[in-house]
């Protein structure tokens, strides 16, 4: 079965089920925020590691978005450390004691 394009490029996209190819920019080519184009000639302001912004506005913006996500997350874990706690503390223990004759 035969690509129904001539180019080489297309053929290896309809051959890979790739019929309908979109382009995923690189990562430095668009904010990672509000998806404004990064102009080769501004500042790219970066955020751990790899994550660009086109201004400190956007870099704060998501970064106030991670720290409320982890101490969600660190609430979330710590009452789920308190919850087992309480379970596993609320066991009935019996210390009577038995006379044997």
């Not at 290896?12 to 184009?37: M, Q």
């Not at 400190?56 to 660190?74: G, I, L, T, V, Y």
Request: with cysteine; glycine share 4%.
């Amino acid at each position: 079965m035969a690509a129904s394009s001539s180019s080489p490029r297309s053929g290896l996209l309809y051959y890979a089920g790739c019929e309908e190819y979109t382009h995923e920019p690189h990562f430095l080519e668009v904010c990672f925020l509000c998806h404004k184009p990064l102009g080769n000639n501004t500042d790219i302001f970066m955020y751990r590691g790899n994550t660009p912004f086109c201004s400190k506005e956007c870099r704060q913006e998501q970064m106030e978005f991670d720290e409320a996500k982890e101490k969600s997350w660190n609430i979330r874990s710590s009452v789920r450390k308190s919850e087992s706690n309480k379970t596993s503390t609320s066991k009935t223990v019996r210390s009577d004691t038995v006379a044997v004759a």
